[in-house]
């Protein structure tokens, strides 16, 4: 089966104390740190790019699961390669034209390649980016709108989660948006293996204690 990975969304941490942020989640037991790349284009909101995973990287060894939202992916892979990122997922709605060399690209630079799709976006899409040659190792379903943390899961989204698990047994299926205590459980048992939370971590009295519930609920 495929391992439990619990990845803190650092867009809830406080960015003026990011490296700090960071070694605070990974000993309250975070396996990822989940880092949001925003344009301002792709979403209305703008956050921080690779100079940031450069200046954090220089603190950490920690894996650094790249999300990137933004409406020109392959201008990043380069940048972010060189910055020291780890996994690097780009929307599959920026990335119609291009995906194959996307992927080439983002495998030579040593990143782990993945594609996410918005709640409007059908499962099927994603499929010829799994069954290829050059093929992504993780798929991220949003359960938001990308865009901003502390938004309401949406429990539709599982059946684009089960749909995958049935199809790729072995496949990361990573959620993302509304997670924690309240809603793990659907996404935990629709199939998704690897959990982004921001806000549920960041705001609970007890860091460790939430990621630990949201582990245990994927491993059960
Ligand atoms: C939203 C981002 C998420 C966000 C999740 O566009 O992709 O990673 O930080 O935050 P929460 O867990 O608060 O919904
Ligand atoms: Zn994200």
């Known amino acids: ?130 069954d290829g040659e050059n093929s992504v190792e993780l798929v991220l379903v949003m359960t938001v709108e990308p865009g901003f943390g502390g938004q309401k899961f949406m429990p539709e989204m599982m059946d684009k989660v089960r749909t995958l698990r049935k199809k790729y047994p072995s496949l990361d299926i990573e959620v993302d948006g509304g997670l924690g205590p309240s809603t793990i459980e659907a996404a935990s048992s629709a199939g998704a293996n690897c959990v982004v939370a921001g806000s549920s971590v960041f705001g609970a009295p007890d860091p460790a204690q939430v990621i630990s519930l949201m582990r245990n609920s994927v491993e059960e």
């Not at 037991?29 to 344009?39: K, T, V």
């Not at 703008?46 to 990137?68: F, N, Q, W």
């Not at 040593?110 to 099927?124: A, C, D, Q, R």
Request: charge should be negative.
């Open 1 to 130: 089966m495929v391992k439990a990975i619990v990845a803190p969304s650092m867009l809830s941490s406080d960015f003026a104390n990011l490296a700090s942020e960071a070694q605070r989640m990974l000993n309250c037991g975070a396996d990822w740190l989940h880092m949001d790349i925003m344009d301002g284009h792709f979403v209305p909101n703008l956050t921080l790019g690779a100079p940031v995973i450069e200046s954090l990287r220089k603190h950490t060894k920690a894996y650094l699961d790249c999300h990137l939202m933004v409406t020109n992916p392959l201008d990043y892979v380069e940048p972010l390669g060189k910055a020291g990122a780890s996994g690097f997922t780009f929307h599959v709605e920026a990335s119609r034209d291009n995906w194959q060399e996307l992927v080439q690209r983002i495998k030579s630079k040593g990143m782990k390649p993945g594609v996410s799709l918005k709640p409007g976006t059908p499962i099927e899409e994603v499929y010829p980016l799994l």
